[in-house]
């Protein structure tokens, strides 16, 4: 039960930045008698909180205040108005998506060329880059 845990946490804790990896740490190693709540305040709630209130406000701020400035007619800025959070939330979904794809595709494609060409610790009949250039044939 404790491995798992252990590895939820460090599964959790590999994505997370080195400055707040650390900032966990220190909070963790301190326990709950040593509780250091502004230091909890000042380096773990005042970033996660800047953030979530600049993904919130940021997008209305410019729908609301850029864009009228470049579009006259109210149904259009009212339009802008009402759907940049889904359109911002649908591209974020996407860009998840999309770099969630790429990280497994990379995983799939070492996993292939591992099972075919690795014997112990040693690629073997792999080329990754033809050692011939593709010049024209005139040259040789």
Sequence with gaps: MKKEQEEIGNAFLSNLNQLYLSVLIQVYQDGVR???????????????????????SFPYV???GVVPIFVRSPDTSLFCLRRIYPFLLAMFILIVGFIFQGRQ??????????DKYLVGQKLVNYEHRKTQSQGCCCCN
């Design 34 to 56: 040593n509780i250091n709540v502004m230091f909890i305040f000042r380096h773990v709630t005042l970033p996660v909180v800047t953030c979530l209130l600049l993904a919130v």
């Design 62 to 64: 410019v729908a609301a």
């Design 105 to 114: 595709f990379r995983l799939l494609y070492e996993r292939i060329r591992n």
